[in-house]
């Protein structure tokens, strides 16, 4: 077969193909297997569960990919590679859980961590010259910038240091790190992977065959293995990634577009509007924008609050990427203090765009 689109591929990729196989690459519940085969023992070998879901998305940025237990198991299977005393550069804004594992390793004194706002280009050039790990996200959640992937991948580098990239956000369909030069890209399943807030899953991409032998190997050491209904369900979310992404991206330029206009709102932030400072770089590297916005009640956090428990149709819960729109006030989650109090981040999900902006309007008019 000649090589397929990504949408094609995600929906064709690892099947069985032998005669009177499933179509599905099924569950399979076992820590243990014969002796004979390839596979022993599951937490060091693999699973054909983990094993398919593995080959569509590693095919997809371009790498090989290894499954872990959820997003901060893969992050910590990266971490866990640095000696004692490396030096680690991390985005100034970088998902809370992240930041919190660099920040208290250094309190152990295992590294020493400097933070780099993601668009200062000249400040993550200069952390690759004297760095170990640069912890890159982009687009950044929850302010939604970017780093200029193409400058910094191309960067010189300290010797042995490691680029990675939080790719959740973007997802592997928007934005394949590996490309411009990254060693890791990682993803939390959790979100657009999975896409129905039913599991916890976490990917590494990592371009050199002999880094992924090295998170393999850390995967059966901390046991930090995903669970075999898990890899199943994201496998099967995967199946349907195109349009689940490309439903929630059309609803989320329709709902930015509509609160950019809004007089009790200020500060918008979505790549795919015109009016965000980075939208070219955000075309010229990404295929599609995601369904993330951020947003500010001017009137602060109670009205922020106040609007949160008034939408019907939009969850108030956390997280982000599942096929239900969730709202949320980021600066009372943990961690988040430090946000502006009336900061809103909306993940837009695949209803009926009129009716989510009908249900924001009914909010903010309460
Ligand atoms: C959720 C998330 C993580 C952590 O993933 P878990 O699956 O919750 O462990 C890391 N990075 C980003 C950007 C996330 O949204």
Not at 40 to 51: A, G, I, K
Not at 54 to 72: D, H, K, P, W
Not at 113 to 138: I, Y
Request: aromatic share 4%; with cysteine.
């Amino acid at each position: 077969m000649e090589k397929l689109s990504p949408e094609s591929w995600l929906v064709k990729a690892a099947r069985p193909e032998e005669p009177g196989a499933p179509l599905n690459t099924p569950i399979i519940p076992s820590s243990n297997f014969l002796k004979g085969a390839g596979i022993q023992y599951s937490r060091e070998d693999s699973t054909p569960t983990w094993n398919a879901l593995e080959t569509i998305v590693g095919e997809l940025e371009g790498g090989e990919c290894v499954a872990y237990s959820s997003g901060m198991a893969a992050a910590a299977a990266v971490f866990a590679q640095l000696a004692v005393g490396s030096k680690i550069a991390i985005a100034d804004d970088c998902y809370h859980g992240v930041t919190k594992l660099a920040a208290e390793g250094q309190a152990q004194g295992r590294w020493r961590v400097q933070r780099v706002a993601v668009a200062d280009t000249e400040g993550w050039k200069a952390a690759l010259l004297d760095s170990d790990l640069v912890w890159l996200e982009s687009p950044s959640n929850p302010l939604l910038v970017l780093a200029d992937l193409q400058a910094i991948g191309s960067a010189p580098r300290k010797p042995g240091c490691l680029l990675a990239l939080d790719n959740t956000v973007a997802t592997p369909l928007n934005q394949q790190p590996l490309k411009f030069g990254a060693d890791i890209s990682m993803h939390s399943g959790t979100k657009y992977i999975g896409g129905h807030s039913d599991l916890l899953m976490g990917l590494l991409v990592a371009k050199d065959p002999g880094l992924a032998s090295r998170f393999r190997h850390a995967r059966l050491l901390h046991g930090a293995t995903p669970g075999a209904l898990e890899a199943y369900l994201a496998t099967r979310g995967l199946r349907t990634l195109a349009i689940r992404l490309e439903r929630a991206q059309t609803n989320a330029l329709k709902l930015a577009t509509y609160l950019e206009q809004h007089p009790a709102i200020e500060n918008v932030r979505y790549p795919g509007v015109d009016s965000h400072p980075q939208h070219a770089l955000a075309r010229s590297q990404m295929n599609g924008f995601s369904g993330l916005i951020s947003f500010e009640v001017k009137a602060g956090g109670e009205a922020a609050d106040h609007l949160c428990n008034s939408t019907r149709l939009i969850s108030h819960a956390t997280s982000l990427g599942s096929v239900e729109s969730t709202i949320e006030r980021r600066s009372a989650q943990k961690g988040q203090e430090h946000l502006a109090p009336g900061l809103i981040r909306l993940s837009v999900g695949i209803e009926n765009a009129d009716e989510l902006q009908a249900d924001l309007e009914q909010a903010l008019g309460r």
